[in-house]
């Protein structure tokens, strides 16, 4: 259905309240028992409006993604605090959250509160995680695991999604690439995201070059590369 497909690329007012309201939590190093999600107040447009480049991201992501997202179980590995958790309800048939970070898992956790789906979130490495899944996610994280290919290895899934630099960490986009077509994963999309908010001048990135988003699926026949 074109339309419900372009429903899904655009990001909801109450998606973008979400966001806004475990960002404000995280940032201040409060809990979700010292401002409940129905008494936060959204931030005032002429203050701050939700950055461009994340709408984008949203598209990439939960737009290009739908059919690997739609009714599947889906492991995020590396999730950190699910801030794009909303985006797959009604969506996924499950979502299994994993992070080292217990600081994030804990607002992850808060997160998963406001939102219509079955998590399962915990503190874990991928390498500890044991599940059948239909989707992995791996969202800005795949070069900082040192041996991603191990974890690819470890789940037979359908369908991967990938959020990675050109190359970091001598991790590259195209030896993943390779990788994973060698396993019989088809490149469904890649596609450029520019990653740097053009209207946030005051915030520095942690990574420089070119940052890709990459669907793969290993029945898939058809690829788009921009």
């Given at each position: 259905n074109i339309k419900h497909l372009q429903e899904i690329e655009m990001i909801s007012d109450l998606n973008k309240h979400r966001f806004e309201y475990i960002w404000h939590l995280y940032s201040n190093n409060i809990s979700d028992t010292d401002l409940p999600f129905h008494k936060h107040v959204k931030c005032d447009p002429s203050v701050w409006q939700f950055p461009e480049?994340?709408?984008?991201?949203h598209r990439l992501i939960f737009g290009l993604g739908y059919t690997s997202l739609k009714d599947k179980k889906v492991l995020d590995i590396?999730?950190?605090?699910?801030w794009y958790l909303g985006s797959m309800e009604n969506i996924v048939k499950k979502y299994i959250g994993v992070d080292t970070n217990e600081r994030r898992i804990k607002y992850a956790k808060i997160m998963s509160k406001i939102v219509d789906i079955d998590t399962d979130i915990?503190?874990?490495p991928a390498e500890a995680v044991s599940c059948k899944v239909d989707t992995i996610m791996m969202l800005s994280v795949a070069h900082q695991?040192?041996?991603?290919k191990d974890i690819f290895e470890k789940f037979d899934c359908e369908n991967i999604i990938l959020d990675c630099w050109e190359e970091k960490n001598n991790i590259s986009v195209n030896d993943l690439i390779g990788y994973l077509e060698d396993k019989g994963f088809t490149t469904i999309e890649k596609q450029l995201y520019d990653y740097a908010d053009k209207k946030d001048q005051g915030k520095g990135?942690?990574?420089?070059?070119d940052r890709y988003i990459l669907h793969f699926n290993r029945q898939a026949k058809?690829?788009?590369?921009t």
């Open positions: 480049h994340l709408v984008e991201y590396g999730c950190g605090i699910s915990n503190v874990l695991i040192p041996k991603v990135q942690d990574f420089e070059g058809q690829t788009t590369v």
